[in-house]
């Protein structure tokens, strides 16, 4: 892929899976009522998740777009409470905010 544009990537996932994508702060689109976030792995094998997004899917009956760019499979909806259920405890704060991975193969 040589021409890399995280958002328009992101926008076109949501609109394939019926969504609206956000123009504000926040999760990145909405697919009915309930916010969506998409999450790309681009050279790495794990997609990093943050925080306060994370939280804001889960209690809002959110879900993640997952899609590894790296593979051939097509990217995967997953209800945010699934993918809580493959977090652990200790959320890193390296980045000047809190996150975690989690790895591509837990979905692909």
Same mark, same amino acid.
């Given at each position: 892929?040589?021409?890399?544009?995280?958002?328009?990537?992101?926008?076109?996932?949501?609109?394939?899976?019926? =969504?609206?994508?956000?123009?504000?702060?926040?999760? /990145? =689109?909405?697919? @009915? /009522?309930?916010?969506?976030?998409? #999450?790309?792995?681009?050279?790495?094998? #794990?997609? #990093?998740?943050?925080?306060?997004?994370?939280?804001?899917?889960?209690?809002?009956? =959110?879900?993640?777009?997952?899609?590894?760019?790296?593979?051939?499979?097509?990217?995967?909806?997953?209800?945010?409470?699934?993918?809580? /259920?493959?977090? =652990?405890?200790?959320?890193?704060?390296?980045? @000047?905010?809190?996150?975690?991975?989690?790895?591509? /193969?837990?979905?692909?």
């Amino acid at each position: 892929m040589t021409d890399f544009d995280h958002t328009d990537i992101e926008k076109q996932l949501i609109k394939d899976f019926g =969504g609206t994508p956000s123009e504000s702060f926040g999760p /990145d =689109g909405m697919i @009915g /009522d309930e916010p969506t976030e998409v #999450r790309l792995a681009k050279k790495e094998d #794990r997609f #990093r998740l943050n925080k306060d997004t994370h939280e804001t899917l889960v209690e809002n009956d =959110g879900t993640y777009i997952f899609d590894d760019l790296q593979d051939n499979q097509p990217p995967k909806q997953v209800e945010a409470d699934q993918v809580a /259920d493959e977090l =652990g405890e200790d959320w890193h704060s390296d980045r @000047g905010y809190m996150h975690q991975f989690v790895s591509v /193969d837990s979905f692909f």
